[in-house]
Every structure is written in C-alpha cells, then in structure tokens.
C-alpha cells in the first residue's frame, strides 16, 4: 500500500510490504534518511534475531526516497507512515491507533522529538514505552520547543542514551523535565562492512570528513585548520562526505579560502568504508555531539581519528594511542595535530591498528542488540 494513502484521521497505513503482522516491537522514527540515527536504526534490524522479535517502524516524517527506507524493505521489516500535511494532532491518534492493533509489546522512541509520541501510544495498552536521547540532553530539549522538549524530556520514563555525557546530563536535572530511569547504549558497528585495512601512504596524505552539513558540525573550523596546515607547505587533501544545508556557504568558504583542488564536498555517499580506505585520517570537529557514528566506523577501519572533546568522543578516542583529542575551541592545537598525523604515516598506521582492536572489543552490534533488549527488560518487558 502507498504511504500516502492514509486516512485524513492520521491512521498510519504500511509503506512496505510485510512478510507478518506480528510485532513485538515497534519503532518510531523520525525520519529515514542519510543519518546517524537512521543507520543505528538499521544496525540494530539487521543484527536482531527479527523472526524472535518481529519488529515494524514507524516513520514520522516519511520520504519513500530516504536512504534507509529500501534497506529497512529489504529486511521484510514494515513500515508505516503518515500522508505529508497530516498535523502532529492527528499523527498521535494514529499512533495510538496502530499500537492497539499491532499489539506491540515495546514501543520505542529512536528520536526525541517522537519521545512523547511513543508514551502516548503505550498508554491504555500492556507495551512498555521507551524513549531516545541521541545528542547532549540540553540541546535535544532545545531543539524540540519549549513545549515538546519538555514533554519528551519528562515521558516516557524509560528512557536510552548512546552517550554518557547525556546520561549524566539528564540524572542531574533539577525539575520535573526529565526521566525516571537513563540507561546507557552505545552506538555499534557493522565490523564486517568497516573492516580493518592497511593505512598506505598513495601520494598526497588524504583527509576524510563524514557527517551532515549542518552548523554545529563546524566544517567551517576544519577547513580554516586545512589552511592553515598547507600554508606551512604541507601538501594534503581534505574529502567532505554529506549533504545538508550548510553545503552552499562551505563551498563559498572553499573558494575564499583558496582550497579549490584541495577540498571536496561530494555529498552523501553510500560507500563509507571505501572512502576510509582511501583516506590516512578522519577529521571531526563537532560543536555539540552524542555518540558519532563517523568516529567508530574510522577507528574499525584502521584510522587514526582527529577530534573535538564533543559528547563521548574522550571516551571513544584514546587520546595519544588510536588518534588526538583537542578542546572544541583551540583551532591552533588541532591545525599542530593535525600537520602531526599528515607527516607521519607511521604513526596514523599505529593508532588505526589500535582503533581497530578497540572496536573489536567494544563497537559490534551485538553490545547494541544485548543493550537495547536489557534496557527493555529494565523497563518491564518480559521476554518471553
């Protein structure tokens, strides 16, 4: 059935097809797109046991040409989603209303804004509801509104966070706007699809930047590093993959820079881990941040990582040993590691080895299955 034939009540209709209606849990999204929520969403389907847990999401924003949308299909997972102009009123109704005929047992928020929009579809029913935090708990409060931040921030009283630091955040608000019960779940890795490769120096040291083209990513900080680095005369190239907003005024940036033939943004790619391959480092200079995918998928690639001290990026990146860690505003200090990692192969070689081993032990998407279904136990569910 086509997304968009949903009735003007906001009942959801199925966008895929279905190999089995039965759900055990449902997932609420936001949206499917080139994210990296979207691909722990993705992750997570991929390595659960789907015939135990049959799964359904639901998509609060649907675009049938999301990335995710085709890859989610092809696991003969549902999806469901909402005709485009149906109003956040009617949205709620219907999600109630596909929870009580779905009979779900989990209802599971995987972005904040629907954090309140998964409580409310659990209530008069036996699901257990949980909800999401995937950014510094302050910022996903703000990014929401005044009245949804709160809300989502408050219900459901179950809630999971891919990062310490937001963890810590929400267990010290003061106030009525948070969460009963924070548990921690780290991203994970598709360890076979980001394998381990030699870091071979092919002529010039080649860069690689991995994320949306938004602000607080600060794309504008590493490329003034990058300048500043080859106005030394050292001689390296910066690759940019990503889409978003910000894409016009990087590529202004770039030309008043001087880094034409130096800098490429070539939007969102499909392939990350061969972009890796092809690179000697990662670069990451997020302003505000949770758990980034970009970071773990280049320490399993044997990368050496360059980054900003952003969410749980200290915790990620062991400074000294699998890459450099630097304060968010100390542009000098992260242009002086950064020339350190581009004139010294050897050294990128020995932190991509010790990434990778630390993935290994510590990124597989098993610890985000176990994960998730402890948090899930922890919040009622019995599985059974």
């Known amino acids: 059935m086509n997304a968009l034939l949903a009735s003007s009540w906001g009942t959801p209709t199925e966008a895929a097809p279905s190999g089995s209606s039965r759900c055990r849990f449902l997932y609420i999204t936001g949206q499917l797109g080139c994210g990296g929520a979207e691909r722990q969403l993705s992750c997570l389907l991929h390595a659960i046991d789907r015939e135990r847990y049959p799964s359904q999401v639901l998509v609060w924003n649907y675009d049938p040409d999301d990335s995710y949308v085709n890859e989610i299909r092809s696991l003969v997972v549902p999806i469901h989603s ?12 219907g999600v109630r209303r596909l929870a009580q005929s779905l009979q779900a047992e989990v209802i599971h928020s995987w972005n904040f804004f629907t954090n309140f929009a998964a409580y409310w579809a659990a209530l008069k029913t036996n699901a257990v509801a949980l909800g999401s935090v995937r950014e510094e708990f302050a910022e996903a409060k703000k990014g ?3 009245i949804l931040g709160r809300l989502s921030a408050r219900w459901p ?9 937001a963890a810590e955040e929400m267990r010290s608000a003061s106030g009525p706007w948070s969460p009963l ?11 076979q699809r980001f394998a381990y490769s030699n870091c071979s120096d092919c002529g010039k040291p080649s860069i690689v930047g991995v994320g949306s083209l938004l602000p607080l990513k600060r794309w504008d900080r590493i490329l003034r590093v990058v300048r500043q680095v080859r106005s030394q005369g050292i001689d390296c190239t910066l690759t940019i993959a990503g ?3 910000e894409r016009a005024s990087l590529e202004r940036m770039v030309r008043d820079l001087g880094l034409g033939g130096h800098v490429q943004l070539i939007g969102a790619t499909s392939d990350v881990p061969e972009l890796l391959r092809e690179s000697r480092l990662l670069v990451h200079a997020s302003e505000t941040e949770g758990c980034p995918n970009a970071v773990m998928e280049a320490m399993a690639c044997g990368r050496a990582v360059l980054a900003t001290d952003s969410g749980d990026v200290p915790l990620l990146v062991d400074d000294g040993k699998t890459g450099f860690v ?6 000098k200090a992260l242009a002086e590691r950064l020339v350190e990692l581009v004139t010294n192969p050897d050294l990128c ?14 990124f597989d998407t098993h610890s985000l299955v176990t994960g998730t279904l402890d948090a899930y136990r922890a919040a009622g569910w019995r599985d059974e």
């Open 181 to 191: 019960h924070i548990r921690v779940v780290r991203n994970g890795i598709d360890l």
């Open 82 to 93: 909402f005709p485009q102009g149906t109003s956040r009123v009617a949205k709620l109704q």
């Open 243 to 245: 889409e978003g907003p």
């Open 157 to 165: 009283r179950y809630q999971i966070s891919n990062n310490v630091l």
């Open 326 to 331: 630097v304060s968010r505003g100390n542009e």
């Open 349 to 362: 070689m020995a932190m991509g080895r010790n990434g990778r081993k630390k993935a290994e032990r510590e």
């Open 144 to 146: 929401s509104g005044p």
